[in-house]
């Protein structure tokens, strides 16, 4: 039996479809905008951006439906409702961060040859690795409460 979603899982879903849906939009919204130097060659590392975060949505949709393909570092019963709702919740909040970050490096990819900033910063990776540790580390302490 799947776990129920509750509204704050939909609202993390519909906030991950619109940052995949962003991507979309803005490589293929903005490709004519560019200018000439950074669409030669370029439309490869775009394609990949995409495909990158359309991959990582479905494959993260799949292991929220297919729980067995979490791994946790360590032995859980599985078979608890507790456990399959703390799974699905991972996954959801995980491919939220995921795809809100990837969209935001798009944006930046996109916006550095328009003039309209520098670079990514090193910023960026720090944000990046706080967002996808924290929320891991919390469900990860979560879910050993039932170990087997």
Do not use: C
Request: hydrophobic fraction near 55%.
């Amino acid at each position: 039996m799947q776990p129920r979603r509750s509204t704050q899982d939909w609202v993390l879903e519909a906030i991950a479809f619109a940052a995949l849906v962003a991507t979309f939009a803005m490589v293929f919204g903005h490709w004519q905008r560019l200018p000439i130097f950074a669409r030669r060659g370029s439309g490869g590392s775009y394609s990949i951006m995409v495909l990158l975060n359309a991959g990582i949505y479905l494959l993260l949709t799949f292991a929220s439906h297919y729980q067995q393909l979490v791994s946790v570092p360590f032995e859980i019963d599985r078979d608890r409702p507790e456990v399959k709702q703390l799974l699905l919740q991972m996954t959801i909040v995980l491919k939220t961060i995921l795809m809100v970050l990837l969209a935001g490096l798009l944006w930046i990819i996109l916006h550095t040859p328009l003039g309209r900033m520098r670079t990514a910063g090193r910023g960026f990776l720090v944000v990046f690795l706080i967002a996808m540790l924290a929320p891991t580390m919390v469900y990860v302490r979560k879910l050993s409460r039932f170990r087997k």
